[in-house]
């Protein structure tokens, strides 16, 4: 069964730091990915997402994230952070289950991000 | 506003009532999903429907029991549920099962007593 791994749970930064979160998957085929971020008492939302095509994916916010294969990787990145991008992030991913169809999206266990002003 | 919307937004109820959560998507999708979300647990996934047909299950207990009356609408049945039941429980919709960029609800926060 796939799962996801997020190395993470609970980052502090200051204004200004750069963001890595980690994102490990274990699936060997065809899979998406992506990133959610949850804002305090906010609906979870879509920051990025990979199907296919150039590995390094560009998202709202000035977020990015990197598809490595060979790694089972898709880390999400940020080269500035703000207080406003306190929040907890989620990664996801499902898999081709057949044909054209993907299974279930199974996520990791979230990393909340708390960014001091 | 997600185009997903999920009511009620809070709910408490005993252990012996019977409740439905209801979910609403106006994105024209036609896949719709119920996840629950524990503190300090990864999102689970309980519930797929495409084109108004279960497709997965992931092995829910049967005091939660969903329909799906058309591709827009997603309820999730509760009857004689457990205090460990309590969580929020989210509602998503993506367009189908190859594009599964999936549409969040604001969810439902369930209280067990």
């Known amino acids: 069964a796939q799962s996801v791994s997020q190395h993470n749970h609970h980052v502090i930064l200051s204004e200004a730091a750069s963001l890595e979160l980690g994102c490990n998957y274990s699936y060997g085929g065809t899979v998406n990915l992506f990133w959610y971020v949850q804002y305090p008492g906010q609906h979870l939302q879509l920051l990025l997402k990979y199907f296919s095509g150039d590995p390094l994916v560009k998202g709202i916010k000035g977020f990015e994230a990197e598809f490595i294969k060979s790694k089972f990787s898709f880390n999400l990145r940020k080269p500035s952070v703000q207080w406003s991008d306190t929040a907890e992030y989620f990664c996801a991913v499902n898999a081709r289950a057949g044909g054209t169809s993907y299974g279930k999206l199974t996520f990791g266990q979230g990393t909340i991000l708390t960014v001091h002003p | 506003e997600t185009g997903v919307t999920q009511t009620p937004r809070h709910l408490v109820m005993g252990m012996t009532n019977k409740k439905s959560l209801k979910c609403e998507q106006h994105?024209?999708?036609?896949?719709m999903y119920w996840y629950k979300q524990s503190a300090k647990k990864p999102l689970e996934l309980m519930f797929v429907?495409?084109?108004?047909?279960?497709?997965e299950n992931n092995s829910v207990p049967s005091r939660f029991s969903p329909e799906c009356p058309n591709s827009s609408h997603l309820f999730l049945h509760l009857h004689t549920l457990q205090p460990e039941d309590s969580a929020l429980y989210l509602c998503?919709?993506?367009?189908?099962?190859?594009?599964?960029?999936?549409?969040f609800g604001q969810g439902t926060r369930l209280t067990v007593v």
């Open positions: 429907y495409n084109f108004k047909e279960q497709t």
């Open positions: 994105l024209g999708h036609n896949a």
């Open positions: 998503a919709s993506s367009q189908d099962l190859q594009n599964t960029e999936a549409f």
